[in-house]
């Protein structure tokens, strides 16, 4: 017996990456707006920079879409009536964060905090329920990675 979806599960059907019609059916509408304005906003940021490659991470992690240019920016996990974006903090993106501390939003700094740091960096999983959330994710790509472009 198949188990219906759990909010927060990924599209694991390792059979080919998902389109759009079926993120968008996943994630649900809200999600997808944030989906599409984040998207939008690496597009006009950063034009010409990223393309865009659907990555499938096993029965568990299913299908991420991740931008990467020589090192990772941001990687988009389309999740079960959610959207989660994963930033890779470095060293020199640590000390800018950490400069800013207090300027950013509570829940931000406690993610930080509790994020286990790697050698290739401190991974930051942020849920995006709102557009405070997408302004917070847009200002961290900006510190990792100035604009080509102000749009």
Known sequence: MEQSPQIGDRITDKSSPPDDHTVRNWIGPKASEHWAELRNWIEVYYPGVFAPEWLYGGKKRGW????????????????????????????????????????????????????????????????????????????????????????
Do not use: N
């Open 64 to 151: 991420s879409l991740r931008y990467k240019k020589t090192k990772a920016f941001c990687t988009f996990l389309p999740e079960y009536r959610r959207l989660s974006v994963v930033v890779v903090l470095g060293g020199a993106e640590r000390e800018k964060f950490e400069e800013r501390r207090y300027a950013w939003r509570s829940q931000l700094v406690k993610l930080y905090d509790e994020a286990k740091t790697y050698p290739d960096g401190r991974f930051l999983t942020v849920a995006i329920s709102s557009a405070a959330d997408r302004h917070e994710v847009t200002e961290l790509l900006t510190m990792k990675r100035p604009p080509r472009s102000r749009g």
